[in-house]
């Protein structure tokens, strides 16, 4: 027997508003996972984030220096100096804010101090007021960096000559300070460079003349093994590579020419890196690299 033609229409209808409230049902669930999976989603991403929390740089500056002071440890820091015109830059990397964004004036040898963001650092400029950068000093701890300096005090002596600029700078004398040596420290504690000794046991002084011919500096470091750079552009050495031991830190160093540039390699002994500081000192016409602090009994 044939079903009858309303019975037949109305299980039709039944029949497709089942199927509706099933396609119904599907999307609601298929709805509800994907906002189930983006709440997740931004959950980690806002956990994550807490764990990288932006490292920021606040400037102080004083009359003959500049300190930077960060919220959290950076990864590393360099500088080098430049010049036409005559510039030191101080890279801080793991910072990515600075405060205060803007460009800050300075007296005396620097006339201003800029800043800039990168993707993995925050570059300092520091802009010299005259033609040549004055002596300074840089002391690098693991929250604070600290740039300091001293006013130019040379003057040309009477009836001197200008330097032609084709003279390059040359490599003079490399001395090893040891002051363990109680000889060696009390001599040292009482020359031109007696601040550096009163703090940091090891010392590499390097005698450029003349200074002026010195193009630029820069240290980096370089794996396998692990080694800290130190390039000096416009500077000849007049004898072959040398190497020469070295301890608490360093393992040896070791001098040698490139086409570019005249390299110190300070290779690291088993342990980390030391902690360390290079110094310019164009009034000596010297650059030394120190580590090993001293115990002064204060807070380093």
């Known amino acids: 027997m044939a079903p009858h033609p309303i019975r037949k229409l ?169 002051a363990n040596d109680a000889a060696v420290a009390e001599r040292v504690r009482s020359d031109a460079l007696a601040p550096i000794a009163d703090k940091w046991r090891y010392q590499v002084r390097i005698a450029v003349r003349p200074f002026s011919r010195l193009a630029e500096m820069r240290h980096f470091l370089l794996p396998r093994p692990d080694r800290l750079v130190l390039e000096l552009s416009g500077v000849v050495l007049d004898d072959r590579a040398q190497s020469f031991d070295l301890r608490d830190g360093f393992r040896r160093v070791k001098v040698y020419a490139t086409p570019r540039a005249l390299r110190l390699e300070f290779e690291i002994g088993d342990g980390p890196l030391p902690r360390f500081s290079i110094f310019e000192v164009p009034s000596l016409e010297y650059i030394v690299v120190a580590w090993g602090v001293r115990d002064t009994g204060s807070e380093q």
Request: charged letters at 25%.
């Open 10 to 178: 109305a299980s039709g209808l039944w029949l497709a508003s089942r199927r509706e409230t099933c396609c119904c049902t599907v999307r609601r669930r298929r709805a509800r996972s994907l906002i189930v999976n983006h709440v997740l989603t931004l959950a980690l991403l806002a956990v994550s984030g807490s764990g990288t929390a932006a490292t920021t740089v606040s400037v102080d500056v004083a009359e003959t220096s500049v300190t930077f002071n960060s919220d959290a440890a950076v990864d590393k820091v360099e500088h080098f100096v430049m010049s036409d015109p005559a510039r030191l830059v101080v890279d801080l990397y793991g910072a990515s804010r600075v405060r205060p964004k803007t460009a800050i004036p300075l007296a005396g040898p620097f006339r201003r101090l800029r800043s800039g963001a990168h993707h993995d650092k925050i570059r300092f400029v520091f802009e010299a007021a005259g033609a040549e950068l004055p002596a300074f000093s840089i002391d690098k701890a693991a929250r604070r960096v600290s740039v300091s300096w001293q006013d130019p005090t040379k003057r040309p002596a009477a009836g001197s000559q200008p330097i032609p600029r084709d003279v390059p700078a040359h490599l003079v004398l490399l001395e090893i300070i040891d």
